[in-house]
């Protein structure tokens, strides 16, 4: 074991940290990521208009820099002459909301179960393992639509369908670095030392596998908000009026012929969200875990 | 593998196949609505045929009866008629197939032919301009919402520059004799260049769309088990015995750096097939993931729930060949 990994838990986290803000491309994203998030906290008062009230004398009003835009609609309108604008913002609030929810959701339940299963092991341990193969058996997409077929389409049931299938995920990583801890000397000198289980659990080993869970978070953070634009595309997300980026891209897909930016700009959006937490995770992936850098 | 593990292997499949059917069932069990009334419709049955029809179909059974039977019926493949066909959902689903394989194929062998030399040369060339482009590239590749890409392939490719059809899968024109359902192969087999060319055109859009994000992946795993493998002690053997850079690289590294390549291929294949639904839909390709999609919003959920348990199934199966194919590519690994 290197020196590095072998000093306290908050100098290895220090370290990252330094190393993090060293990577320019990965504090840009986090950036850009910040950017959308107080986008989303503070939809209702930065949108210039009204997200689900058009007007129809504006339909499908071209962006502010074409022939026919106008600069108080500077994106254009779509179908219903709303502003795209304003359904881009209040969109972003629908993705991140459920993108943050389902992974902090997923990522405590499946913490918790994969600390128990791990440490514990036995009957809990087989049990939970089941029901992981179980669940990793649906590929995501399928497994969602068909939950999603029967719950009927709304946020509540969009968030509670990608939290049954996700906590799988952090639950997978946690139990397996939990099996490498509980071989470790500073977890065997903490029982030794007579320390409850909770203790232990909490205080001792999550705190160590603290960093690798936060790269799984936002990467899977990045793959929640393409299944939700998926769901939402197919009509089975989040319902009209509200808007949601999917289902702009689905609303604008008849008249990409005469207006292309109705589909193409929510587009843009998510690559634009999605790439950037990508980079980021990438970039804190190589900060706080080196070895799994190839 | 030897046969001991591999049948315990199989053995390990029956409780999630088990489970997989258990959660299938349930989600249908739960869903609000009467199946019996979604297929009556406002017909004049009266109650007593209403009744009737329930109990010919085993509504009335108690839930674990009517999940045995469930599962009976759908180890022979018996998954009742479709409401909206009116014709066995087995018929309805087979039909589906072949366009489904056609294209999940294609997409997954354009991701390799495309993936693997990507990942190979940035590995080769680590932290060159290549392996920074490919870097960007293959960032873009998975952050990019595959129905939106499908959608701006058929502006630009389709409607701008009129270069592909916008949807199908071949021209009403062309009448091809079934034998494999798959249109590449029926043309060549049916000696028909023409058929075949047109079958082509309606399939590089759809398999393009599907196969990037897939392309990217993989080449993202070939470059790291590639750079990992190039650092391994019989390279730099290889290295000392005086082989050329190429030889070092086509035969010793590619070799066993293909290893995890090939395994998340196969696994991967499972995504691609819940990202036809998206890109079939996208692309009116009359596959298996359009069926289901127009079939959950017609409430015809016999067709949903066979499908639902025809995907997991088959993700299942292709993580037992991604893993014996992982032990027989690299024998150090004992299952």
Request: glycine share 8%; charged share 15%.
């Amino acid at each position: 074991m290197s020196a590095l990994a072998a000093a306290a838990p908050e100098t290895r986290f220090a370290a990252g940290l330094h190393a993090l803000r060293a990577n320019r491309a990965a504090m840009l994203s986090l950036l850009i990521v910040a950017g959308f998030a107080v986008l989303a906290l503070l939809a209702p008062w930065i949108a210039p208009h009204d997200p689900t009230e058009g007007d129809l004398l504006r339909r499908l009003q071209p962006p502010a820099w074409m022939e026919g835009g106008e600069a108080a609609y500077p994106l254009g309108c779509d179908a219903l002459g709303r502003d795209i604008l304003s359904r881009l913002i209040h969109g972003t609030r629908v993705s991140m909301s459920i993108g943050v929810a389902v992974v902090l959701a997923a990522t405590a339940i499946g913490a918790l179960l994969g600390l128990l299963a791990g440490y514990l092991r036995g009957g809990f341990d087989v049990a939970i393992s089941r029901v992981v193969d179980v669940l990793l058996g649906f590929p995501y997409l399928i497994f969602a639509i068909g939950l999603m077929a029967v719950m009927g389409p709304g946020l509540a049931n969009i968030v509670l369908v990608l939290v049954i299938k996700e906590w799988v995920m952090p639950c997978r990583v946690v139990r397996a670095e939990t099996l490498a801890a509980r071989e470790m000397d500073y977890v065997e000198a903490a029982r030794a030392l007579g320390e409850t289980t909770a203790h232990i659990l909490f205080r001792e080993i999550l705190p160590n596998i603290l960093s690798t869970l936060l790269v799984v978070a936002t990467f899977r953070m990045a793959a929640i908000i393409i299944i939700e634009a998926s769901l939402s595309f197919l009509g089975l997300g989040v319902q009209p009026p509200a808007a949601s980026w999917g289902s702009m891209i689905a609303d604008g897909r008849q008249f990409m012929l005469d207006a292309w930016w109705v589909s193409t700009l929510p587009g843009l959006a998510i690559l634009a969200l999605v790439l950037a937490i990508n980079i980021a995770s990438q970039g804190m992936r190589d900060a706080f875990d080196p070895g799994l850098r190839a | 593998m030897n046969p001991i593990a591999l049948a315990e292997r199989l053995l390990q499949l029956i409780p999630v196949l088990f489970g997989i059917s258990a959660i299938v069932f349930s989600m249908m069990a739960l869903t609000p609505g009467d199946p019996v009334d979604v297929m009556l419709g406002d017909s004049l049955a009266t109650p007593a045929q209403r009744a009737a029809m329930r109990q010919d179909m085993g509504l009335d059974l108690p839930m674990h009866e009517r999940f045995l039977r469930f599962l009976g019926n759908a180890v022979q493949g018996e998954f009742g008629t479709s409401f909206h066909h009116r014709r066995p959902v087995a018929d309805v689903i087979a039909e589906r197939i072949p366009a489904t394989i056609e294209l999940t194929l294609a997409a997954m062998l354009l991701a390799l032919a495309i993936g693997v030399p990507l990942g190979v040369l940035a590995a080769v060339r680590r932290d060159g301009w290549f392996d920074r482009l490919a870097t960007v590239a293959t960032l873009l590749g998975v952050s990019m919402p595959g129905f939106w890409f499908g959608i701006l392939a058929i502006l630009i490719f389709s409607v701008t520059l009129g270069l592909f059809p916008v949807a199908g899968r071949i021209g009403y024109s062309s009448e091809v004799p079934f034998v494999t359902g798959m249109l590449l192969v029926d043309t060549l087999v049916a000696g028909k260049p023409k058929a075949f060319l047109e079958a082509l055109r309606h399939l590089a859009l759809p398999a393009t769309t599907l196969g990037l994000a897939m392309a990217a992946l993989l080449a993202r795993v070939t470059r790291s088990a590639m750079i990992d493998a190039l650092r391994q002690d019989y390279i730099v053997f290889a290295e000392a015995k005086g082989l050329s850079r190429a030889r070092i690289v086509l035969r010793h590294a590619l070799k066993n750096a293909l290893i995890p390549t090939v395994t998340v291929a196969a696994i991967e294949t499972g995504t691609l097939l819940g990202g036809n639904m998206i890109v079939e839909t996208v692309f009116g390709w009359p596959g298996l993931g359009r069926l289901v999609v127009e079939a959950i919003f017609t409430r015809n959920y016999p067709i949903v729930q066979a499908a639902v348990l025809l995907y997991a199934v088959t993700y299942v199966l292709l993580n037992l060949v991604a893993d014996i194919l992982y032990t027989m590519l690299n024998p150090r690994v004992r299952l």
